[in-house]
């Protein structure tokens, strides 16, 4: 601020400070009745009740020009100051009595129609939203009020008056434009939820003023006892210098809007009750034609008004349930559900007890990204149903955003919560039909409970995240928060991010375990097993890092890097002259994605090893994923001459159906039937049938996980093709393992070179012609495993 225009502020607070004390002199001397004993007093008075309004007008021009902002608004309402001054004006000085109306009124007629305007723009300018209602609400109070002053008015005057009509008539105008003008007001401390900025204030009691000397002088005059002076005039100049203050308060900045309170019904409300009031009264007593229209007027408007008013909140409740709602599926969102969340911990006085379920779709990203997002949407929305029919009514279920669902089960402890989550679980277990596509959908949940776990919802919320987390880490499907977690999964966010920013950069390393053939104790194929140097905690192992890279779709490009090495390091034994086979485990959306096997075509052909040489390996839940689509890919892999295993065998959806259907060539029986072998009578029975099934079917069958000997030796017993484990071998890093492989392969090496064997260096090599030849050979079961 300028000193200049500092100067000029106090200036103008020192004017209102004269002008205010110059109403006090005026107030005082009026109704002490000082003027009449003293002429000077009189003339001074005279002179001062004159000079209010001009002086007033004169700070709302000063208003207009200085300051920016609702310019217009103080420029309208100075000029009908300075209009009202120049009628009074006119009264004292030239007219000097009362009589029929005159250019006086012209003056303060003006007065009214400016305050009129002036008061609406000002509502338009500080009301955002200036409402049709705020209009009706002025009509209403408008109307309201005509009907109980032409009421009134009718019972005042009577039949004779000693005041002609037509002054009467004006008389009365001026009350009713008083009280108009203070509806609208009124209706400004409605819209601000009654807490008006102080503005209103001063025009309010401004107006009241106005009101009440002018109808007491209307009454005044009905009787014939009208004289000037005295306490009504005092009240007039109050009521103008008021002005002088509102247009000098501080323009609020921020202009909040207040359209939903039940107060902004406040005016048409009475004055609608006042007019059915005077329409009742009709009925008894006589009253004017004009009252009786001017009460239904009243009346119909207000009805029209409080439709508006309806369709406003509703539409205010449609908008309001728009955004709590998640428009895919219709439920809850992320705020209709902490709105609950924060109702549901006050309530009961803090006796409050609700758990909360968190539960988020595995491998949901997955399906998304190969199969579109239509595909995704459709699934969320009948996971959504599905989860909905495990709750009760009183339970809120919310998608919290992506493939998060969110569950608010009053008055559950975490018993009763985990038989919830089962059910959830159950509810989610049948196959999902999408676009003619057949899904397993798997999900993980975690529970937090309140207030156990958590007094602040957000904070509780963010708990059962955590176990949600920890529950799909360690594949439990249904964790609760334990405290001391979130460091835990902290970590794991942080590994993440960093395995994002690994990948193609040198990070992962391959370890390889060997597949022994039973039969002649060697070896000629591995399982290339994924670890990770992470930059800051070292090697990490697959169960360290896969389930989350799993969940964030991180799985397609890892699988192609593996791939890669597993492929280069494949290249290096057969250029040693070792023909090892390698096996790579695929993940879910490999299989979905079409793309796949040229991409891995390509890396064969770059990479120069023959097809024969590598094994894919998927376990049975990623199979059962979409069959079709599956079908398809292994079908183009498999024509490429790659060999498909399917993993785990036994801890999925074991069906023999798929065995048949899908284009596999061996079963890795999984070990937690083969490290039982010695001493669980039922699981040896079932490694000895799944080996004679995968037989009948022409598969070869790979028993994991033989620590023993004796599990070694049953396995042979059994028929079984290929062992892999422990007991045969750890995976261990390629240059660890070469040795070992030379070392097991020796006399399959010798037997076929004749006597004493013969070098590595010396052994066959692959030539490109071979490779060519492997890959146009298809694959089938039962033949030469390499
Ligand atoms: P898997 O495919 O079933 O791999 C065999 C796992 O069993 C390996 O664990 C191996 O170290 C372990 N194992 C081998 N012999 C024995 C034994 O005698 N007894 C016992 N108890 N365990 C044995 P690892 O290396 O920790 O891998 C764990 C899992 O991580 C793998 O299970 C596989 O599902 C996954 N995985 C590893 N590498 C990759 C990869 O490159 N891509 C994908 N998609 N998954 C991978
Ligand atoms: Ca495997
Ligand atoms: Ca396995």
């Not at 002088?244 to 609020?252: F, I, M």
């Not at 109702?343 to 997955?366: C, I, Q």
């Not at 070896?523 to 905690?537: I, K, M, N, Q, S």
């Not at 892999?637 to 295993?645: K, N, Q, S, T």
Request: hydrophobic share 50%; proline share 4%.
């Amino acid at each position: 601020m300028s000193v200049h225009t500092a100067r000029r502020l106090r200036l103008i607070g020192a004017g209102r400070v004269v002008l205010l004390m110059a109403a006090v002199f005026f107030a005082v001397t009026t109704l002490v009745g000082l003027r009449d004993v003293s002429s000077v007093v009189n003339q001074v008075d005279r002179w001062l009740g004159n000079s209010f309004s001009v002086a007033a007008g004169g700070f709302c021009m000063l208003r207009a020009i200085l300051v920016r902002g609702e310019r217009l608004a103080w420029a309208v309402l100075g000029s009908g100051l300075l209009s009202y001054g120049a009628g009074s004006i006119y009264f004292t000085e030239i007219m000097k009595h009362v009589g029929a109306p005159s250019p006086a009124d012209i003056g303060w007629l003006v007065f009214y129609v400016a305050t009129c305007v002036s008061v609406i723009l000002l509502l338009r300018g500080r009301v955002i939203r200036f409402h049709p209602s705020v209009w009706l609400d002025a009509l209403v109070g408008g109307l309201g009020v005509a009907a109980l002053a032409s009421g009134l008015a009718a019972a005042v005057i009577g039949v004779d008056n000693p005041v002609g009509l037509s002054v009467l008539g004006l008389n009365i105008a001026y009350p009713l434009a008083d009280l108009m003008l203070l509806v609208l007001v009124a209706s400004a401390f409605g819209l601000r939820g009654w807490h008006p900025e102080k503005a209103w204030w001063l025009l309010g009691v401004s107006l009241a003023g106005f009101a009440v000397a002018d109808t007491i002088v209307t009454g005044a005059m009905a009787s014939g006892t009208y004289a000037p002076g005295g306490p009504v005039e005092a009240l007039w100049g109050l009521a103008l210098v008021l002005p002088a203050y509102a247009a000098w308060q501080r323009t609020p900045r921020e202009m909040s809007e207040r359209v939903a309170g039940w107060e902004v019904l406040f005016i048409p409300v009475f004055f609608a009750v006042s007019a059915l009031t005077l329409l009742v009264l009709g009925a008894f007593i006589r009253l004017p034609p004009l009252t009786v229209v001017l009460a239904a007027g009243t009346v119909l408007t207000a009805i029209v008004r409080a439709g508006i008013t309806f369709t406003e909140v509703r539409q205010l409740a449609d908008s309001k349930m728009q955004a709590r709602t998640d428009e895919l599926t219709g439920f809850a969102n992320r705020r209709g559900f902490f709105e609950r969340l924060n109702e549901e911990e006050t309530r009961g006085g803090g006796a409050a007890r609700f758990t909360l379920l968190v539960l988020d779709l595995d491998r949901f990203k997955e399906i998304n990204d190969s199969l579109g997002h239509q595909v995704g949407d459709d699934l969320l929305k009948l996971v959504g149903r599905r989860i909905e029919t495990a709750l009760r009514p009183t339970d809120l279920l919310a998608r919290l955003g992506g493939d998060e669902f969110a569950v608010l089960l009053q008055d559950a402890d975490a018993t009763a919560a985990r038989t919830v989550a089962e059910r959830v679980l159950a509810a989610l277990d049948g196959p999902f039909d999408v676009d003619g596509v057949s899904f397993h959908v798997d999900a993980s949940i975690g529970v937090a409970v309140y207030p156990d776990h958590a007094v602040a919802g957000n904070v509780l919320l963010q708990r059962a995240d955590i176990a949600m987390y920890a529950a799909k880490a360690a594949r439990t499907r249904i964790e609760h928060y334990r405290p001391g977690a979130d460091l835990h999964i902290l970590d794991r966010l942080d590994v993440i991010e960093t395995l994002r920013a690994g990948l193609g950069q040198d990070q992962l390393r391959l370890h390889y375990q060997m597949k022994v053939d039973l039969r002649t104790g060697s070896c000629h194929a591995v399982e290339a097993l994924v670890r990770w140097e992470h930059p800051t905690r070292g090697l990490l192992q697959p169960n360290e890092f896969l389930p989350m890279a799993e969940h964030t779709g991180l799985m397609r490009t890892l699988t192609l890097e593996v791939l890669g090495l597993a492929l280069d390091q494949c290249r290096q034994w057969w250029d040693a002259g070792l023909q090892i086979g390698v096996a790579v485990n695929l993940s879910a959306p490999n299989l979905l994605d079409k793309g796949f096997p040229a991409e891995v075509g390509e890396l064969l052909t770059t990479k120069g090893v023959p097809p024969r040489a590598l094994e894919l390996e998927i376990t049975e839940t990623a199979l059962m994923l979409d069959r079709i689509r599956t079908a398809a890919v292994l079908g183009s892999l498999r024509e490429m001459g790659v060999r498909i295993a399917v993993d785990d065998y036994g801890t999925g959806y074991s069906s023999l159906a798929y065995l048949r259907e899908l284009p596999v060539d061996v079963l890795k029986l999984d070990k937690s039937f083969v490290i039982h072998l010695d001493s669980d009578p039922l699981s040896a029975a079932i490694v000895q049938s799944t080996v004679g099934l995968a037989h009948s079917l022409a598969l070869r069958i790979v028993a994991e996980g033989v620590e023993t000997e004796t599990a070694m030796g049953r396995l042979a017993d059994y028929g079984c093709d290929f062992a892999q484990g422990f007991y045969l071998g750890a995976p261990q890093p390629a240059d660890k393992l070469t040795p070992l492989l030379w070392h097991r392969n020796r006399r399959a090496y010798s037997s076929s070179s004749g006597e004493g064997g013969c070098p590595p260096s010396r052994l066959e090599r692959v030539t490109a012609a071979d490779l060519m030849a492997d890959r146009a050979e298809p694959a089938r079961a039962g033949r030469p495993w390499i």
